[in-house]
């Protein structure tokens, strides 16, 4: 027993542990050094182990890989191309395969407003490949001139994206089964980018810059395009935390927490120094800012506000910060207007199925020779390039659906009662998040991610958040058909 004049706080350490915890200390510090892939081989074990832990927890994984860790441990190779977020995507689609009760297709894709268009997808895109097999054209050299990659290779990777693309928001929305994990997502995702906004800014005081500037700033750049990871993530995870922010005040259980990361979220977007980012990050804030102010004030002093707001926009020299967006003395871009045209041409002379999902980059380079692209940098134009009006129209009914998932957010939450002020952020954030990810696709591949763009795989790291949050979103109208409060 220890009394008031020995306390066990005052009792200093043996020797021998000392000296065993430097020890051990030391040996760890050494190991690291000589054999760093044994280390990354167990905490490679230590993330698929908590992939098939729970659903939650192999969410986080995916979500830390593919935020955090956007690049390829091997420089050349056919494994160049693979990137730690892939592994994370495929463990969590194969644990959530393993963990249904049934193999019927309804516990797989329960039925909703996206089951129909997203089929219509699946069908036209093989189509699409075998129709540009059967009649290939004789001009275009269906190959790269820097690789062996076969054509069927490219092809059965094209496959192998659309497939992991279309099961990832129903493998979200399974994996979220309490209103407490809609927040625990976001706040996940927060995170990742609240430290992927320290480690760019460190890499731009440390002159990690990219060879372009836009505005007279560079991106960060860490051997690989670093501020990818944040680019289209930050603008798409602002209309979450925000209304979090404005809606959330008395519903969220970590209000403060989401409030810090809403801070860090805007200087992420700050530091893409990506005109599109900046662009939806806007578009996401008024539209969340029009949801509040419409839901705190009377129509009439609504429109008084919005009207002084945009008088003191166009006051305070808004427009030419804007028109120097478009300075290309002081941007880069503008070589997207000869892929647009390239598009427009192919779906021009190939209206019916296109030139084949993924072949694009084919047809541009033999048209372009060094000045193409690959990709067409509009989701619309690559659609309707690649797999022609048959493909456009699957399309655009996907993109109604998602208009009309909006709407189903808007009315299916409760309207009343006092569990409103829960489900109202995540009606305004789903909402505002629909219309900038449609917006986003006058800009990039913004939906589907093509093999053209080096495999497709870096792509994919990328595009997974915005089908994560199209799961969250599912997810949230399956909660609000029962009476479970927010809170729980």
Not at 366 to 375: D, H, K, N, R
Request: aromatic share 12%.
């Amino acid at each position: 027993m220890h009394t008031l004049e020995t306390p066990l706080a005052q009792q200093p350490w043996s020797r021998k542990i000392c000296l065993l915890i430097a020890a051990v200390a030391v040996t760890l510090d050494i190991l690291f050094i000589q054999s760093p892939l044994v280390w990354l081989g167990v905490a490679g074990a230590a993330a698929v182990l908590a992939q098939f832990r729970s659903p939650m927890s192999g969410l986080a994984v995916v979500i830390l890989a593919c935020g955090l860790l956007n690049y390829s441990p091997f420089e050349a190779g056919v494994l160049s191309r693979l990137y730690p977020g892939n592994l994370a995507i495929l463990i969590f689609l194969l644990a959530w395969l393993l963990s249904r009760a049934s193999w019927s297709p309804e516990h797989f894709f329960p039925p909703n407003l996206l089951n129909r268009p997203l089929l219509a997808l699946a069908v036209v895109t093989p189509i699409s490949m075998l129709w540009s097999r059967l009649h290939p054209d004789p001009e275009v050299t269906y190959s790269y001139p820097h690789s062996d990659v076969s054509w069927t290779t490219v092809q059965a990777s094209q496959l192998a994206l659309l497939i992991t693309t279309l099961c990832l928001p129903f493998a979200v929305a399974a994996g979220i089964r309490r209103w407490k994990d809609v927040q625990t997502v976001i706040i996940m995702t927060g995170i990742v980018v609240a430290i992927g906004t320290v480690l760019t800014a460190g890499g731009l005081m440390f002159g990690f810059g990219g060879s372009f500037a836009i505005l007279g700033a560079t991106r960060a750049y860490w051997g690989q395009p670093w501020d990818s990871s944040m680019e289209p993530l930050s603008g798409l995870l602002l209309p979450f935390l925000y209304a979090g922010v404005l809606f959330g005040r008395r519903s969220l259980s970590h209000y403060w927490l989401i409030s810090v990361l809403f801070l860090f979220c805007l200087v992420a977007v700050v530091l893409t120094f990506s005109r599109e980012t900046w662009l939806l990050a806007v578009c996401g804030l008024l539209l969340v800012s029009a949801a509040w102010v419409r839901s705190r004030v009377k129509s009439a002093l609504a429109v008084v506000t919005i009207a002084i707001v945009v008088v003191a926009i166009l006051s305070s020299g808004v427009i030419g910060l804007a028109y120097r967006f478009y300075n290309p003395d002081e941007v880069y871009g503008f070589e997207r207007i000869y892929y647009y045209a390239t598009a427009l041409r192919l779906f021009v002379t190939h209206p019916v199925l296109g030139v084949g999902a993924g072949n694009y980059q084919f047809f541009d380079r033999s048209l372009e020779g060094e000045a193409a692209g690959g990709i067409a940098h509009n989701q619309f134009l690559t659609i309707a390039a690649e797999t022609g009006l048959a493909g456009l129209t699957m399309f655009l009914w996907l993109v109604r659906a998602l208009f009309k998932l909006r709407k189903q957010l808007r009315f299916s939450l409760p309207i009343s009662g006092d569990s409103v002020d829960g489900y109202e952020w995540v009606r305004v954030a789903g909402s505002a998040f629909l219309l900038i990810w449609v917006a986003e696709c006058f800009f990039q591949e913004a939906f589907f991610a093509t093999a053209a763009a080096a495999g497709g795989t870096h792509v994919m790291t990328v595009i997974v958040f915005p089908w994560m949050f199209l799961g969250l979103l599912l997810a949230v109208c399956d909660l609000s058909q029962n009476t479970t409060s927010p809170q729980t």
